[in-house]
């Protein structure tokens, strides 16, 4: 696709580009802020498996559900948490949004996307809480909206009686199909009672397909675009204030994390050392090493470097007494420094625990 034509299907499906627009700024917002709390993302954690939770952006759990968050109904839907997660959905989006979008108008498909996201996760989430399925697991991305045009063009074509209605149904069917057997065969990263609500929906939507028909362009049409966008950024600032009322506690959780990290590496140092001493294998606290590494700045990486090697070593035959000695000279400021970071961390954790203290 050229930019002259996407610019042209951008001026005549304008909801359908300003939607998978918000997708990649969520997106790469999400992206930010995992980086700010991490550090660097793998390419495949980025690609494929997932960068995390998108709870500060909106996406939804039966926890944040029955503490009464049911914006997130809403804002789930424009969640994604890896770019093949993304990519896909925004195929699916411009190939059904603007179909669609060519039918009802603009106005009415941003309603639709309210109606079809909102009913389409209310259902997934009684369904899950009905089967008393694990409250804790997160979803999100637009696929339950798809899930519900996929529906609602199924319905559309069956009841057209005609070859090209014939062939939509069709088509739509078997994404259906693929959609369930993907959902089966990745049970544990698919919604997909999300995805059966949706497509419930959806084709409750394809029904009044002559109705949506018969508003298109009106005033009651407009009217139900603007109430849409309203509640879209309505629900979208209720999160942004819901995330920084929660700011401290991510910050205390956050801390909480280095200082065990910070506590781990000094001390694992410290046992190594006499391991090291007595002669006895000190090898699998190299793994050690490598898990908390994150725990201190990049300067410390050649001294980490060494002192792995040494530890591996000490698996084939105990170590001589300079190697002990250069063990002990790199491992003694890596354990001060870990030992003052813990002390600052605890200072940290004090004051946000002064400041912001549980009611």
Known sequence: MTPRVLIREARDYPATFVLCAVWLVVFAAMVGAAIQDEGPISWTRLLVSGIGSGRRFGDLSLVDVGRGQVWRLVTCNFVHFSVLHLGLNLIAMYQLGTLVESWYGSAQLLAGYLLTGGLGNLIGVAIRWGLAQDPRIH?????????????????????????????????????????????????????????????????????MHWLWLARY???????????????????????????????????????????????????????????????????????????????????WSPSLDVLRGLLNASAKGKLTSAEIDQFEQLATPLIKQSKREALRIRGSLYQIERLNPRR
């Open 139 to 207: 979803s999100g991305g637009g696929s339950v909206v798809l899930m519900a045009l996929v529906g609602l063009c199924a319905v559309v074509g069956w009841r057209a009686r005609k070859r090209i209605g014939a062939g939509l149904f069709r088509q739509m069917m078997i994404l259906l199909g693929l959609t369930f057997l993907l959902g089966v065969a990745f049970s544990h990263s698919i919604d997909n009672w999300g995805h059966l609500g949706g497509a419930i929906v959806g084709a409750m939507l394809g029904r």
């Open 217 to 299: 362009a009106r005033p009651r049409a407009w009217g139900s675009g603007v109430l849409a966008t309203i509640v879209f950024v309505s629900c979208g600032v209720i999160q942004l204030a819901s995330d920084i009322r929660e700011r401290p506690l991510r910050e205390q959780q956050r801390l909480a994390r280095k200082l065990i990290e910070h506590e781990r590496l000094a001390r694992s140092l410290a046992v190594a050392g006499v391991f090291l001493k007595q002669g006895s294998d000190a090898s699998s606290l190299a793994a050690v090493l490598d898990r908390q590494e994150g725990a201190l700045g990049r300067e």
